[in-house]
């Protein structure tokens, strides 16, 4: 399975959470890929309209609220698609076997129905949604202003969060 999208949701936690803006190198260190990898991500998602970059300044920003981006919104981005599309039906069955000539419509039907029921859960969560539940496992302070706030007084690097007591929990 492809991990476009978590490695999405990651990316952008990272960028709505760090001090300034993070740059392709530095989310990269954290998701564990290569930065090439984010840039191709961080590229979709601007596409999409989710963030935003400026020419001869690095790193990224949301473009819009955590609250307003669904996790719908980001799997769309990088997927390139147009709707949640989990399932594949194989392409060459016997017409000749009975199984063989009803596969596609029994199966198109359960799937789509399926993708569907995805569709709505990945519309009803939010950005913020997990980054409210970051907070929760890491001992973040709940609110996005506290988070701020004790970023700013962390002397650490940027994203100095990622390494507080509890992280990967």
């Not at 569709?119 to 701020?148: F, G």
Request: charged share 30%.
């Amino acid at each position: 399975m492809d991990t476009k999208f978590s490695s999405a949701i990651h990316t952008l936690i990272l960028i709505s959470e760090a001090r300034e803006p993070m740059n392709s190198d530095r989310i990269a260190s954290s998701v564990g890929t290569n930065a090439s990898y984010i840039r191709k991500l961080t590229s979709l998602m601007k596409k999409r309209g989710i963030i935003d970059s400026r020419k001869g300044v690095a790193g990224f920003s949301l473009s819009r609220s955590a609250d307003s981006i669904t996790l719908l919104d980001i799997y769309l981005a990088v997927t390139d698609a147009d709707g949640v599309r989990i399932f594949d039906i194989h392409r060459n069955p016997n017409d000749v076997c009975i199984v063989g000539a009803n596969i596609e419509p029994v199966l198109s039907e359960a799937f789509r129905s399926m993708e569907e029921e995805v569709e709505r859960a990945l519309s009803s969560r939010t950005l913020q949604d997990c980054i409210d539940d970051m907070a929760m496992r890491v001992d973040w302070p709940r609110s996005a202003d506290e988070r701020l706030k004790a970023l700013r007084q962390d002397d650490g690097v940027d994203i100095s969060y990622c390494h507080r007591k509890g992280a990967g929990k």
